[in-house]
């Protein structure tokens, strides 16, 4: 199923079916092989495109190499993470992807085409959209018109159409309407639609957030920290929420994250960052087994969380 499918499904009934197999279901483990250069992906996206290639992408603020060397692809359908101490520059990959900063050197393939000179919002157009760290609603405006602004690349009507409010107009703003509770209702939110963002309790505006970015229709849904702030059972369920995701838009999605549960149960793969640099990649399997990881980023304590 695709995102443009969504309209004509009830998302409930949808992911209901997922449901129904899930519990008991024993979990597959995933199988990276190698590709491109020095990467891994999963098995089933192994003879596709990666949806994203990072090829020794770095950048440097004044002296300090906040990234250095980077290399990453991704498969289509994969979810990945990107861990790392605080500082490691995990915040600033992101920012490079959405072309917030403009790399040192390096190249990102988005789909296989180099994204060089692309602004920020191009980038979204084609195809990655993203959370923050810091959650950035707008905290003034409705929960509805928040998922409205994401939907809006895909709204198709001229200026004229808009200011004389002209039939295609409120077709459009009708059908958008009618998406954008569907996008609510996947995170349980629909209930609030008319409530302003900044009065949402703090785990349901990541949601919010995370509805917003998958309504512009993304091939690669970057999440920075989505369960920053979240308590275990909010945590939980944002867990299932991201594996949904996945499954029912058939897209690739790359978190920072520093709960280790929940990178651990639903990565695919895994990069961990330390001064900028990767210094380990691979199955959660692996990256608990790294002694450079363990050491250098983990310390015992780590290794014992892991
Ligand atoms: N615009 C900037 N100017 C100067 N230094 C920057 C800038 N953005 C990031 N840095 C520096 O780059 C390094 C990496 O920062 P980044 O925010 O990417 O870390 P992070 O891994 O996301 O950490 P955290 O887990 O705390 O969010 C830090 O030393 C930070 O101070
Ligand atoms: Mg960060």
Same mark, same amino acid.
């Given at each position: 199923?695709t995102a443009n499918?969504l309209?004509?499904?009830?998302?409930?009934?949808?992911?209901?079916?997922?449901?129904?197999?899930?519990?008991?279901?024993?979990?597959?483990?995933?199988?990276?092989?190698?590709?491109?250069?020095?990467?891994?992906?999963?098995?089933?996206?192994?003879?596709?495109?990666?949806?994203?290639?990072?090829?020794?992408?770095?950048?440097?603020?004044?002296?300090?190499?906040?990234?250095?060397?980077?290399?990453?692809?991704?498969?289509?359908?994969?979810?990945?993470?990107?861990?790392?101490?605080?500082?490691?520059?995990?915040?600033?990959?992101?920012?490079?992807?959405?072309?917030?900063?403009?790399?040192?050197?390096?190249?990102?393939?988005?789909?296989?085409?180099?994204?060089?000179?692309?602004?920020?919002?191009?980038?979204n157009r084609?195809g990655?959209a993203?959370?923050?760290?810091?959650?950035?609603?707008?905290?003034?405006?409705?929960?509805?018109?928040?998922?409205?602004?994401g939907l809006?690349n895909e709204?198709?009507?001229?200026?004229?159409?808009?200011?004389?409010?002209?039939?295609?107009?409120?077709?459009?703003?009708?059908?958008?309407?009618?998406r954008?509770?569907?996008?609510?209702?996947?995170?349980?939110?629909?209930?609030?639609?008319?409530?302003?963002?900044?009065?949402?309790?703090?785990?349901?505006?990541?949601?919010?957030?995370?509805? =917003?970015?998958l309504a512009t229709n993304p091939s !690669? @849904?970057?999440?920075?920290?989505?369960?920053?702030? *979240? +308590?275990?059972? /909010?945590?939980?369920?944002?867990?299932?929420?991201?594996?949904?995701? =996945?499954?029912?838009f058939?897209i690739?999605? !790359? @978190?920072?994250?520093?709960?280790?549960?929940?990178? *651990? +149960?639903?990565? /695919?793969?895994?990069?961990?960052?330390?001064?900028?640099?990767?210094?380990?990649?691979?199955?959660?399997?692996?990256?608990?087994?790294?002694?450079?990881?363990?050491?250098?980023?983990?310390?015992?304590?780590?290794?014992?969380?892991?």
């Amino acid at each position: 199923m695709t995102a443009n499918s969504l309209r004509v499904l009830n998302p409930q009934s949808a992911w209901a079916a997922e449901d129904s197999a899930a519990p008991g279901a024993e979990k597959k483990k995933t199988k990276l092989v190698p590709v491109v250069r020095t990467s891994y992906l999963p098995e089933r996206d192994a003879d596709k495109t990666p949806i994203l290639e990072c090829i020794d992408l770095g950048i440097s603020f004044g002296g300090l190499k906040a990234v250095d060397n980077f290399n990453l692809a991704l498969g289509r359908t994969e979810i990945a993470g990107l861990i790392g101490p605080n500082g490691a520059g995990k915040t600033t990959i992101f920012n490079l992807l959405t072309k917030v900063y403009q790399p040192t050197h390096g190249t990102i393939l988005l789909d296989g085409k180099d994204i060089a000179y692309s602004s920020t919002e191009q980038v979204n157009r084609a195809g990655i959209a993203r959370t923050f760290q810091n959650i950035r609603l707008f905290h003034n405006q409705s929960v509805l018109d928040n998922v409205l602004i994401g939907l809006h690349n895909e709204m198709h009507y001229t200026m004229a159409e808009a200011v004389l409010r002209m039939p295609r107009y409120w077709k459009a703003e009708k059908v958008a309407r009618e998406r954008a509770m569907e996008y609510l209702s996947l995170f349980h939110l629909e209930e609030h639609a008319d409530e302003p963002a900044g009065s949402l309790p703090y785990g349901a505006q990541r949601r919010l957030e995370i509805a =917003r970015a998958l309504a512009t229709n993304p091939s !690669l @849904l970057l999440l920075d920290e989505p369960a920053a702030g *979240m +308590n275990p059972s /909010e945590t939980a369920e944002l867990m299932e929420n991201i594996v949904r995701i =996945r499954d029912t838009f058939q897209i690739a999605i !790359l @978190l920072i994250e520093h709960d280790m549960n929940l990178v *651990m +149960n639903i990565c /695919e793969g895994i990069a961990v960052l330390n001064f900028g640099r990767i210094i380990a990649k691979g199955t959660p399997d692996d990256i608990r087994a790294n002694p450079a990881v363990i050491e250098a980023y983990l310390g015992r304590k780590g290794a014992q969380k892991l």
